[in-house]
């Protein structure tokens, strides 16, 4: 049965202008039901992070509207403190730099601020070992996160939000940096987060992970517009539309003094953690 609940997200002809007077966002339009797992495709500069900030309420739209939860998702809105703590403790993102988000002198004292802020002590001890174990940083946990390698930071970024139970996580390239173990963990974390009746949306250039993490995909064209909305399957097997994207190209490998060509899709290059 469809639901009559509004969407997690609804953006109606949304722009962004940034300061120096560049267009990030063009007429942008879509909607976020809940459960969606919705990535976010497009060439490098098309808008993919911007979008992130205006659905995190960091940034907002130069034109038209965004709702969040049927709610306006404005300056003013967040003004009040009843809309701006339940979006908080609802809609949680994890950004590109994880120094962005990591401030605690340990490992074990980031992933309990949330829930500890939250007024629940009792639940935030069992919790954050949860985070921890889930994320596989419990032996980091009396280290100070400054001191910790591009992946390790990212997997207590993750396990600092996912303490909270939100409903809606906003990623963006979250397999920068990760081993393929830690990629493993991630990908199963972020299943259940979903089939627990959570909302993602990833903005990512992983193609090769793409079904594992999304089952609709936005792609961005470089003008910032939605160039497509449609099922992951569909846009990956649009080998001409990923590559008039940037998302694909054709790759020349030499073998034995001969030039063959492929198609090759943009994604995942591991680096260790």
């Known amino acids: 049965m469809p639901s009559n609940d509004p969407p997690i997200f609804r953006a109606r002809d949304i722009g962004f202008v940034y300061p120096d007077g ?5 007429g942008v339009s879509f909607d976020v039901p809940k459960g969606d797992r919705l990535a976010l495709l497009g060439a490098n500069g098309s808008g993919k992070s911007t979008l992130l900030r205006l659905l995190s309420g960091l940034s907002f739209p130069t034109t038209g509207t965004l709702e969040a939860f049927g709610e306006p998702l404005t300056e003013k809105s967040l003004e009040d403190d009843a809309f701006s703590t339940a979006f908080r403790r609802r809609v949680q993102p994890v950004f590109q730099d994880a120094d962005t988000q990591l401030f605690s002198p340990t490992v074990e004292e ?8 939250l007024g629940d002590p009792s639940r935030a001890a069992s919790a954050v070992a949860e985070a921890l174990e889930g994320m596989s940083v419990s032996h980091l946990r009396e280290r100070a996160p400054y001191r910790l390698s591009g992946g390790e930071k990212r997997k207590v970024a993750f396990a600092a939000v996912l303490v ?7 990623l963006d390239e979250p397999m920068t940096g990760l081993d393929p173990r830690s990629v493993g ?3 199963d974390a972020l299943d259940d987060f979903s089939s627990g009746g959570g909302t993602i949306v990833v903005a990512t250039h992983d193609l090769p992970l793409l079904k594992e993490m999304a089952n609709r995909a936005i792609v961005l064209s470089e003008d910032g517009r939605v160039a497509r909305d449609a099922s992951v399957d569909d846009i990956l097997a649009d080998r001409p539309f990923l590559e008039s994207h940037n998302l694909a190209h054709i790759h020349r490998h030499h073998h034995g003094g001969e030039i063959h060509t492929h198609p090759h899709e943009h994604g995942w290059e591991g680096t260790m953690s």
């Open 22 to 26: 560049t267009t990030g966002l063009n």
């Open 110 to 117: 980031e992933v309990a601020f949330g829930p500890l802020q």
């Open 164 to 170: 909270l139970n939100p409903e809606v996580l906003l």
């Open 185 to 187: 963990a991630l990908l």
